[in-house]
């Protein structure tokens, strides 16, 4: 019987959801961590970035004030981001692909180095840890160096490349949750919106930029976490085609002057439709049936029929048939790849950058937000296996996640309280 898709990638699913599970679980620990000397008031509006480069947050600012200047926050930060994807774009159209890799290379360099080694810094100092300057350089100049290399390198283990990943995504939102209140929750809702005009819009650029590496069967430049490794073979052109679906989303900023969109957000599943994967089988028959006639003529009908003719026998007729995945190929071959569930750099910073701007409140607000990014992600999934075609990955996470946030701390929190207080509830 044919399973359906979310039965076949169960396991990848889970190998997604827990890396993400993990990467907000410490990025709460980190702001519990760093913020318990302080009032969150006060430890949100020490930096600049580019995503609060037109309006500074001062507590003694009335709300109408807060929430204008938050949305030309928002406003500036999502032009950005824009302007820099098609700046992307443009060169990804004209091959400059290795410009881009050397750009996403040196993304993931000073991530690691500079937020890292803030993030590293601020721990030292929190928890008094006796450690020389030299001897921190070296420590930060390694993971750095590794890091980049193990992202990028060849032969790396998939664990320790799965790893930096988690680790350049907690470097970010650790960093962004320091933005103030305000703008935190309109940029969140702001990156929503973008996502879904980006992907779903006919001149979207994401949209665009997905369409032109399906066109020239290429993988995106850009920080992408694999479940599992992407084995890959050419095959001729009989080997049919399969349908490629792609969650995509929007790409995530650098804080700092030049947002970096060369991690964009993506979630990529290849699914194979009944019809192709029968189609794949008969054309294996075929070439396998004329094979037998040429060498050896004298076969029977039940040898003439089975898969393994050919293949040496063993399993080698099912890994043909389960191997039979790939993009679309607009050319006279077909690349055919196992690939698993690809989250983007994107996803993990912002769903981090929820939960740890929800822990500055309290960890009922967080139990609720990490539950609703994790509802939305299985259900950006679903709809993937039932529309079959681009879907961007953050919106349904973040709407959902932003308004468990203000119902809980608006409505569970103080029922819960006051229940709870009164002897009512224990």
């Known amino acids: 019987m044919e399973s359906s898709i979310l039965e076949s990638i169960g396991v990848e699913i889970i190998g997604v959801m827990s890396p993400v599970s993990i990467c907000m ?7 519990y961590s760093l913020s318990s000397s302080s009032s969150p008031s006060s430890a949100v509006s020490d930096i600049r ?55 996403t290379r040196f993304s993931a360099f000073f991530v ?5 080694g803030s993030i590293f810094l601020s721990l030292i100092q929190r928890f008094s840890i006796p450690v020389d300057s030299v001897t921190c350089f070296i420590l930060l100049f390694n993971f750095t160096v590794v890091g980049v290399l193990s992202v990028f ?17 907690i470097s970010v939102a650790a960093w962004l949750t320091k933005l103030p209140e305000w703008t935190t929750w309109v940029l969140l809702v702001a990156l929503a919106v973008y996502d879904l005009v980006a992907v779903l819009a006919p001149g979207g650029p994401l949209k665009m930029l997905v369409e032109l590496a399906s066109s020239r069967n290429e993988e995106l430049p850009a920080l992408i976490y694999e479940a599992r490794p992407t084995t890959v073979a050419r095959a001729g052109s009989r080997g049919g085609t399969s349908l490629g679906l792609l969650v995509t989303g929007v790409t995530a900023g650098e804080p700092s002057s030049a947002p970096s969109s060369s991690s964009s957000s993506a979630i990529e599943l290849q699914a194979v439709s009944r019809d192709n994967k029968d189609r794949n089988v008969n054309d294996n028959l075929n070439e396998n049936r004329d094979y037998g006639e040429r060498s050896q003529g004298g076969r029977n009908d039940e040898e003439e029929r089975s898969p393994l003719v050919g293949n040496g026998g063993g399993e080698g007729g099912i890994v043909d048939e389960e191997r039979h995945e790939g993009n679309e190929s607009r050319g006279g071959d077909v690349e055919i790849a196992e690939r698993g569930i690809k989250l983007g750099l994107g996803d993990f910073v912002f769903y981090s950058v929820l939960v740890g701007r929800a822990a500055m409140y309290d960890l009922m607000t967080v139990y609720a937000c990490y539950l609703a990014i994790i509802s939305g992600l299985g259900c950006t999934l679903i709809l993937l296996s039932v529309c079959r075609q681009a ?22 929190e103080p029922f819960i309280v006051g229940t709870a207080t009164n002897l009512m509830m224990f």
Do not use: W
């Not at 679980?25 to 702001?31: A, S």
């Not at 690691?112 to 890292?116: A, D, F, N, Q």
């Not at 060849?154 to 995504?169: A, E, F, K």
């Not at 879907?391 to 569970?412: E, K």
């Open 391 to 412: 879907l961007p990955a953050l919106p349904i996470s973040i709407t959902l996640g932003v308004l468990f946030y203000f119902l809980t701390r608006l409505l569970m």
């Open 49 to 103: 970035t580019a995503a609060n480069l037109v309006y500074a947050e001062n507590p003694s600012d009335t709300a109408a004030q807060k929430l204008e200047g938050a949305l030309l926050n928002a406003l500036v930060f999502v032009i950005l981001i824009a302007i820099v994807t098609f700046l992307l774009l443009l060169l990804y159209y004209y091959n400059c692909t290795s410009f881009l890799k050397h750009y």
């Open 153 to 169: 390198g060849t032969g790396i283990p998939i664990i320790v490349r799965q790893s930096y990943m988690v680790c350049l995504g």
């Open 112 to 116: 690691l180095g500079s937020m890292g």
């Open 25 to 31: 679980f410490l990025v709460v620990l980190l702001v």
